[in-house]
């Protein structure tokens, strides 16, 4: 998990000082308005009362305060019983209260780690500090409701009020929350806040604010406001940018905001009603290329493909639709021989061919079909636009060599790539003490961190086990089931405890809290672990 930074950019746009983030550019379009799951990361005008944004801050520097390392977040243990810190300010407009509480660490280190929660309430309020509790739930088993490709980017957290406390019916309670990503900024995501407005049911916070702490410049915040109540429970999540539009009887176009050179446009009369439209779009950079062919050898001859389209219609249209995207490298992404084309001045153009596939709302299965695509300038942006026939949910383009054995399989290519987009790939850790086998550790970790967490087993004092697993691909939120394998011939290990035959847990690949430390014995006690032990498919099934 990489440490939060704040995007320097950021700090230095005169826009973004007013605390803005990146908005769908189709927010401006009345019809957009009615789209209640849309959500707006602008903050309030400061004009008028009851507008100003909250400025805190953070507990002194006696107080431990939210740092969040780079090492995994493990929560083994019951977090109820984690030590909560509080301090408390009030200033003109609220009072705050600042949560500081220590998460679980890992056995043999000493390094508290913490994260915290800040509450701000009128100070016309009665309530005081003493009346709120914050806890954090298990990540690993709470059942958060997470969309397509949707992640969890915090700690679940629950804040009560203590019984008999008296507040006003329309009492509002601004809740502010550190959230865990990527230091590498990601303009294709947009971040949201959930409650649990019932028991198993999650609603998105309409207004969802980027606040900041001087004391805290690497941590990044979200702020929202919800009405006060006893018990709230609450999470930042992230997801892909949704663009909203809508095509008429006289047609009209959607552009992504991801990629301006996505677009989808409708002619006169292809719609014979208003019809309302979404579009979302998955990048396929150089990088993830490489990265699914190191996954997928096979398809080695791959040369260049272009985002993943997805695509809501609510009606089906009469006439072609009109799809342009980016333009298709026609070199194979290996910088070496790249690079030594150009230095020979070799012909880079070699013969190549255009497959397009969709998959439509009705099917589960991708299908190639035959387009006229033509290449050329728009707007001076180099892209590529073909007119499309049928309905489609998903839209793909692919570029392979002519005659390549390949082009049997753009089907297949195009289902792997959608599931590598919105999946993560995961391997699975079995660890024991090198003293001890009959202690062991289970963990299932990115599968690009192999190295680092070998290493870092090591430093717990589990250095002792298989090797580790191949990388298959998980969704975020999946309900994970790992057990040994029954076949004593390929196995050698089980629980001591009897009535456990697996381990379950929630996989979010942010929070990184999927450690399990279990106790094992061997089936036949003439063998060890390492020697009888191996991660496969077949001991390692994944349930949603």
Sequence with gaps: MEEL??????????????????????????????????????????????????????PSKDSKVMEIPPQPDVN????????????????????????????????????????????????????????????????????????EA??????????????????????????????????????????????????????????????????????????CELGLSNDITLAA???HREDHGHFGIRGGRISSSTDGKVTISAKPHSFNTHTNTTLRVYNVDNAILTNFKSYHPEYTDLVSVSPLVCLGIDHSHTMPLTVTLPQLSKLKVDKKKINAMKKSHEDSNHATKLSVVIKSSSSAHWLCI???????????????AFDLDVSASRILVLRLPENSHLESEVAMIANKMEEFLQKTMVRFVFRQQADNQSKAMIDCIKADDKETVV???????????????????????????????????????????????????????????????????????????????????????CLL
């Design 5 to 58: 930074v704040i995007p320097e950019e950021k700090l230095k746009s005169s826009a973004e000082e007013k605390g803005n983030l990146p908005v769908s550019s189709g927010k401006d379009n009345d019809d957009l308005k009615k789209d209640k799951e849309e959500i707006s990361l602008e903050k309030k005008s400061p004009k008028g009362k009851g507008k100003k944004p909250t400025i805190f801050k953070s």
């Design 370 to 384: 035959s387009a006229a695509i033509v290449e050329g300038k728009v707007d001076n942006a180099d892209v590529l």
């Design 237 to 239: 999540t992230s997801r």
């Design 76 to 147: 083994n243990s019951d977090v109820n019983q984690s030590t909560l810190k509080i301090e408390s300010k009030t200033s003109q407009d609220c009072k705050e209260f600042v949560f500081t509480v220590n998460l679980p660490t890992l056995p043999n280190l000493s390094e508290e780690r913490t994260t915290l929660c800040i509450l701000s309430l009128s100070t016309e309020t009665q309530l005081e500090k003493k009346h709120f509790s914050v806890e954090l739930k298990n990540h690993l088993n709470s059942s958060i409701q997470l969309a």
């Design 455 to 541: 290493k870092f087993c090591e430093n717990v004092g589990y250095g002792h086990g298989p090797d580790i697993s191949n990388a298959i691909s998980i969704k975020e939120g999946e309900l994970v089931t790992i057990k040994f394998s029954e076949d004593i011939h390929r196995n050698n290990i089980q629980f001591v405890d009897k009535e456990s035959s697996s381990l379950q847990f929630r996989y979010h690949s942010l929070l990184m809290g999927c450690t399990k430390f279990v106790q094992i014995e061997e089936i036949d006690k003439g063998y060890f672990a390492e020697d009888q032990y191996k991660w496969d498919l077949q001991s390692v099934s």
């Design 150 to 223: 949707e992640e969890l980017i915090s700690h679940i957290f629950n804040i009560t009020l203590n019984e008999n406390c008296v507040y006003q019916e329309n009492e509002m309670l601004k809740v502010i929350i550190p959230c865990l990503l990527p230091s590498k900024k990601d303009p294709s995501k947009v971040f949201s806040i959930k409650f649990e407005k019932e028991v198993g049911q999650w609603t998105s916070v309409k207004n969802v604010n980027q606040t900041t702490s001087p004391d805290h410049p690497n941590t990044y915040l979200l702020e």
